[in-house]
Nanobody, 123 residues
Framework: QLQLVESGGGLVQAGGSLRLSCAAS????????IGWFRQAPGKEREFVAV????????LYADAVKGRFTISRDNDKIVAYLEMNSVKLEDTAIYYC????????????????WGQGTQVTVSS
């Protein structure tokens, strides 16, 4: 069993930065790849980034590559998504998800999900 809770969302100005956190339960956090996904109103859930169970590899969606950074701290049992140079199009609910020993982009294959945290980018 793995439980995930996102936090750190809020209102941020375009061009600014925001850091999302994904706190996990249990002692097996380091066995899971952690993905970040987002869903804007009226749009399908979109892959953002994923990090392997040991911290590598990392993969990013083209829309965020070079702007967002995914990381994890297995000792603190938390994963992060650092959002830099945010754009209006980044506005969405952001979710973290976990997949055992996997680093994948397909949301349907993830085993556990957090409740999401809202990120709103203002002009």
């Amino acid at each position: 069993q793995l439980q995930l809770v996102e936090s750190g969302g809020g209102l941020v100005q375009a061009g600014g930065s925001l850091r999302l956190s994904c706190a996990a339960s249990g002692l097996t956090f380091n066995r899971y790849g952690i993905g970040w996904f987002r869903q804007a109103p009226g749009k399908e859930r979109e892959f953002v980034a994923v990090i392997g169970f040991s911290g590598a590899p990392t993969l990013y969606a083209d829309a965020v590559k070079g702007r967002f950074t995914i990381s994890r701290d297995n000792d603190k049992i938390v994963a992060y998504l650092e959002m830099n140079s945010v754009k209006l199009e980044d506005t969405a609910i952001y979710y973290c998800a976990a997949k055992l020993f996997s680093t994948i982009r397909d949301a349907a294959r993830y085993d556990y999900w957090g409740q999401g945290t809202q990120v709103t980018v203002s002009s």
